[in-house]
């Protein structure tokens, strides 16, 4: 069955740095857009960041020029590096992969806080 495991949550003081990565099974991983979604107290859930099969990556604007996203199809995963955290940045980040199917993992914590 898919399955989509994310690893890399904490806790991080503001200006502080993380890596998210998802490792993917029971996909053709390299034929899926693979994202980045998260959602925070009381909020909906967003995208953050996406990567396509052909390598295009796309952010939201709260996060551009602080968070990268990256895959390595070799092995089947996704991650997220995100740099100078905010206190708004804190949230539940799931892991998803796309195409004619949606799959989604369960969700690793962020917290941001001093």
């Known amino acids: 069955q898919v399955q989509l495991v994310e690893s890399g949550g904490g806790v991080v003081q503001p200006g502080g740095s993380l890596r998210l990565s998802c490792a993917a099974s029971g996909i053709s991983f390299s034929r899926y857009t693979m994202g980045w979604y998260r959602q925070g107290p009381g909020k909906q859930r967003e995208l953050v960041a996406a990567?396509?099969?052909?390598?295009?990556?796309n952010y939201a604007d709260s996060v551009k020029g602080r968070f990268t996203i990256s895959r390595d199809n070799a092995k089947n995963t996704v991650d997220l590096q995100m740099n100078s955290l905010k206190p708004e940045d804190t949230a539940v980040y799931y892991c998803?992969?796309?195409?004619?199917?949606?799959?989604w993992g369960k969700g690793t914590l962020v917290t941001v806080s001093s």
């Open positions: 998803n992969a796309r195409a004619i199917f949606d799959f």
């Open positions: 990567v396509t099969s052909g390598g295009r990556t």
